[in-house]
C-alpha cells in the first residue's frame, strides 16, 4: 500500500518501509528499503513527515531543529513568499549522535540529504569520508562552536538580555540566576538580575567573556534542549543573525536556507 499519512508510516516501522523512485524521463521505478534500520526507525518516531519530502534537512539536535523550524517561517518573504515544504523540502531530528547515519541511510534510500551540526565534536575521517561519497554537505559554526556559543557570541547586550529573559521564562528565575550565579566568580543575584548591558560594570570580565561564560552555563544546563524551546528562540536568534550578518551563526542559516531552497 502507499500513503499520505505520517501516522501510518510511523506505526510501519522499518521492516514495512519501502521508498519509491522514479527516474525521468525514462519512468523507471526502483524500490529501496533501510539498510541500516536504527536511525530510520528514529526518523520515523520523531519526525516521519520529513519521509514525504524529496530534500531533506538532517539537524544534529533538537536546539538545532527547533531552531531552524521556527527559522524557517522568516525564508519566505525573500523567496516569493514560498515556504520550504511548497518546494519538497523538509527538516528532521537528527536524534544526535545519530544524526551522521540517519543523513547516510536517507541519502542511500534516493532522498536529497544535507546535514546542520554544531562543532563542538569534530566528525571523524570515515564519518567525513561517508558523507562526502553520498554528496552530503555539512553545514556547521566551524571553531568548534556550540550552537549556544554561536548564538551569544554574535549578540548584542539587547539579545543577550532578551536571551536571559528568554531562559528565565522557560526554566524559572531562580534556577538560571543560579547557575549563572555559580559560574561567575563574586557575581551576586543583585548582578545578574540587572540588565546585561550594565553586568561588565561589577565583573571583570569583559562583554565577550561574559558571553563565553552564559554559553556555557547556557549548553551545561541545556536551557535551549528542546524543540519546543528551541523554535521559541528562533525570533531572537534570527535578529541576532540579521544584525550581525558575516557572523557563523548567520553564514550556517543562510547556507542551510540556500540549500532548502535549492
Given at each position: 500500500m ?6 501510518a508510516?510511523g506505526?510501519a516501522?522499518?521492516?514495512?518501509l519501502?521508498?519509491a523512485?522514479?527516474?525521468r524521463?525514462?519512468?523507471h ?8 534500520p ?13 519521509l514525504?519530502?524529496?530534500r531533506?534537512?538532517?539537524?544534529e ?15 519566505p518573504a525573500?523567496?516569493?513568499g514560498?515556504p ?5 523540502a ?8 545519530q544524526a551522521v ?7 542511500k534510500?534516493?532522498?536529497?540529504i544535507?546535514?546542520?551540526?554544531d562543532?563542538?565534536v569534530?566528525?571523524?575521517?570515515p564519518?567525513?569520508?561517508?558523507l562526502?561519497?553520498?554528496?552530503i554537505p ?5 571553531h ?8 551569544f557570541?554574535?549578540?548584542t ?5 532578551e536571551?536571559?529573559v528568554y531562559?528565565?521564562g522557560?526554566r524559572?528565575d531562580?534556577?538560571?540566576n543560579?547557575?549563572l550565579?555559580?559560574?561567575?566568580t563574586?557575581?551576586?543575584l543583585?548582578?545578574v ?7 561588565p560594570?561589577?565583573h ?11 554559553a556555557a ?9 528542546d524543540q519546543?524551546?528551541g523554535?521559541?528562540?528562533a525570533?531572537i ?10 557572523c557563523?551563526?548567520a ?6 536556507e540556500?540549500?532548502?531552497y535549492a
Open positions: 502507499t500513503t499520505h499519512s505520517d501516522v508510516l506505526e516501522g522499518t521492516e514495512g519501502f521508498v523512485q522514479t527516474s524521463p525514462a519512468r521505478t526502483s524500490l529501496h528499503t533501510p539498510s541500516v536504527d536511525p530510520i526507525h528514529m526518523l520515523l518516531r520523531y519526525t516521519p513527515r520529513a514525504f519530502a524529496r531533506i534537512l538532517v539537524c539536535g533538537m536546539t538545532e531543529v527547533g531552531l531552524l523550524l521556527g527559522i524557517r517561517e522568516n525564508w525573500s523567496h516569493e514560498r520550504i515544504e511548497q518546494l519538497g523538509a527538516i528532521a531530528d537528527g536524534n544526535g549522535g547515519s540517519m543523513a547516510v541511510e536517507l541519502s534510500l534516493g532522498y536529497t544535507a546535514l546542520y551540526r562543532s563542538d569534530p566528525l571523524t575521517p564519518q567525513i569520508a561517508e562526502a561519497e553520498h554528496h555539512v553545514f556547521e559554526y566551524g568548534g562552536l556550540l550552537t549556544e556559543q554561536a548564538i557570541g554574535a549578540a547586550d539587547t539579545h543577550v538580555q536571551l536571559l531562559a528565565r522557560e524559572g531562580d534556577s538560571v543560579a547557575c550565579m555559580n559560574k561567575l563574586g557575581v551576586t543583585a548582578d538580575v540587572m540588565e546585561f548591558g550594565a553586568w560594570l561589577v571583570d570580565g569583559f562583554g565577550s567573556q561574559l558571553r563565553t561564560a552564559i552555563v547556557a549548553a551545561d544546563k541545556k536551557w535551549f534542549k519546543r524551546i523554535r521559541g528562540l525570533p536568534v534570527w535578529k541576532i543573525a540579521q544584525a550581525s550578518p558575516t557563523p551563526l553564514l550556517t542559516l543562510a547556507s542551510a540556500a540549500w532548502l
